[in-house]
């Protein structure tokens, strides 16, 4: 499956978006980065959820959710959840899961 140069779309902060960035350098999936500034209030109505971070596909194509967008990146390269060994990847998820738990403890005041 060839996969088109993908673009992340975040803000300049360290919460959500750290977690695909990291993903998508540790791959060999061809991305790029678009922070944005100002241009968010005028992009924000056209999102699915009117959150970031989106992972654009095409000019039409896009994923939303850090999730979702770690799980496409596991999906297209499969080496990025194990390489199909199911011990591999059932670790991979829980420590996705367990760093978004802590994400929200620490950043949303949320006790778990």
Not at 21 to 45: D, M, V
Not at 53 to 64: C, D, E, G, K, V
Not at 66 to 73: F, G
Not at 85 to 99: A, I, Y
């Amino acid at each position: 499956m060839k996969v088109p140069t993908l673009s992340l779309q975040y803000f300049p902060l360290w919460a959500k978006g750290p977690g695909p960035a990291l993903a998508l350098s540790h791959s060999t999936l061809p991305w790029s980065c678009e922070i944005l500034y100002k241009s968010w209030p005028k992009l924000k109505p056209t999102t699915d959820f009117s959150k970031l971070p989106i992972l654009r596909l095409s000019p039409t194509s896009t994923i939303s959710h850090e999730l979702a967008i770690l799980s496409y990146i596991s999906k297209v390269e499969p080496e990025m959840s194990g390489g199909g060994n199911v011990e591999d990847w059932s670790t991979s998820m829980q420590l996705m899961c367990e760093v978004r738990g802590f994400r929200v403890a620490v950043f949303e005041g949320v006790v778990i």
